[in-house]
């Protein structure tokens, strides 16, 4: 019986409708830039498996520092105690992260980081006696699948069995090209006189679930410095764009103004398990220190810093910031920026983007512009059938590779997206 047959009648998978869904592929091997299947097909991974993987699958260094942490240390309470990998990792995030970051939070996952994040910023003025509560962030935003990271993310399909169990949130635009100024325009007029606004989330230069959206750091940098001068702390989502995605280690290295905490995740352990990290100034972190013990973040999980997991990330951290990587980085950079070029003129291609190792392409495929968009299914199938992984935004197709992508895995791939646009548009004269 073959992995999917087993499959089928016991597991829920994410994010999808199972009625008439296409049975799982198996995989039994990941090797580098590709997955492996039970019947020996080779995928090539070009989303990283959901954005996780930085250096490809089954890298042997991170393995040889998983394997010898397990057989040091697999997992301790973290309430009460501490170890070495837990302290290491925040020792060399501190030393990559925006200057003013003075603490680090350990947690499980993206959503849970962000929750971290928004009880953060919620009970820092509460424990200062003040009663902010209300929060601002982008609209189309996504920030995770709990409670918290719902009701700060766009209400959509997705959420809407959820939404009068949801807290308010003050959404506004996000300032992509053209609406800078009327984006920037909403948030001081929301900020204009208001005591109870406690925070500002947003993520960084590129909004990825809503469709590789992407904006420039100036607007950004200047809705930081509006929310610095009433009062009004501001949170990075960096749990797609940290870790080089953008080009450099951050999305918030290209702004002059830096947030009060930064979430991260996704790509941290090198997609090898699940971590999540909330970074905060010491500002914050000193609001929480009183006799009182009621002042404490009330905060925590079975699995937080957990040794195994932080030893992966120290790995994938030394892995990224060699020279090899960057230069790596780099390469991907420009090679997207040369595709772009090459079907900026193409009439099937609405908006081409990219930012660092992202590139983003919208298809005039009809329906708008959608998650739901009816091509979905076709584009998803297309590139599985040349044994490439892409999982479309609707009408959105994205590469995201990991960073041991070589120039011929990208011409492949570019290759396969040519094929594309020229059949859609045969399909559509």
């Not at 983003?360 to 044994?387: H, P, Q, V």
């Amino acid at each position: 019986m073959t992995l999917s047959e087993r499959d089928r009648s016991i597991i829920w998978h994410p994010y999808t409708q199972a009625l008439g869904a296409n049975p799982p592929i198996g995989i039994v091997r990941g090797e580098g830039t590709y997955l492996i299947a039970e019947d020996g097909r080779r995928y090539l991974d070009m989303i990283s498996s959901w954005w996780v993987n930085l250096h490809g699958h089954a890298h042997p260094y991170i393995t040889q520092k998983v394997s010898e942490q397990l057989s040091i240390l697999e997992h301790a309470i973290f309430a009460g105690f501490t170890h070495e990998p837990a302290i290491k990792l925040a020792e060399m995030l501190l030393h990559v992260l925006p200057a003013n970051m003075g603490r680090i939070f350990y947690s499980d996952n993206g959503s849970t980081a962000v929750e971290v994040g928004l009880k953060m910023g919620v009970q820092y003025w509460d424990n200062l006696g003040l009663k902010k509560t209300k929060i601002i962030a982008f609209r189309n935003g996504y920030h995770g699948d709990t409670f918290g990271a719902m009701a700060v993310g766009d209400r959509s399909v997705f959420t809407q069995a959820f939404h009068d169990m949801l807290f308010e949130v003050v959404f506004i635009d996000v300032p992509v090209s053209g609406h800078e100024h009327e984006a920037i325009r909403q948030l001081k007029e929301l900020v204009s006189g208001k005591e109870d606004i406690a925070a500002f989330i947003f993520e960084p230069l590129v909004q990825g679930t809503a469709g590789m959206i992407m904006y420039k750091a100036e607007p950004l940098d200047e809705m930081l410095r509006i929310c610095k001068a009433n009062n009004i702390l501001t949170i990075a989502d960096e749990v797609m764009t940290g870790f080089g995605r953008t080009g450099k280690l951050f999305a918030m290295d290209y702004l002059e103004n830096q947030p009060d905490i930064i979430c991260l995740s996704k790509g941290i352990t090198g997609g090898t398990m699940p971590l999540g990290v909330t970074a905060c100034t010491n500002e914050i972190y000193n609001a929480f220190l009183s006799e009182d013990r009621s002042k404490a973040l009330f905060h925590g999980h079975s699995y937080t810093a957990n040794p195994t997991a932080c030893a992966a990330a120290i790995a994938s951290m030394e892995l990224l910031l060699n020279t090899e990587c960057q230069s790596q980085l780099l390469m991907i950079d420009n090679a997207h920026k040369a595709f772009r070029e090459q079907i900026r003129e193409h009439k099937i291609v609405i908006n081409e983007r990219s930012l660092g190792t992202i590139l983003a392409i919208e298809l005039n495929i009809g329906n708008g512009t959608s998650y739901f968009n009816n091509m979905r299914d076709y584009l998803y199938g297309f590139f599985l059938d040349r044994n490439i992984l892409m999982r479309p935004l609707g009408n959105i197709i994205y590469v995201l590779p990991p960073y041991c992508v070589t120039e011929e895995q990208l011409k492949t791939t570019y290759s396969a997206i040519e094929e594309l646009l020229d059949t859609l548009a045969q399909n559509n004269s």
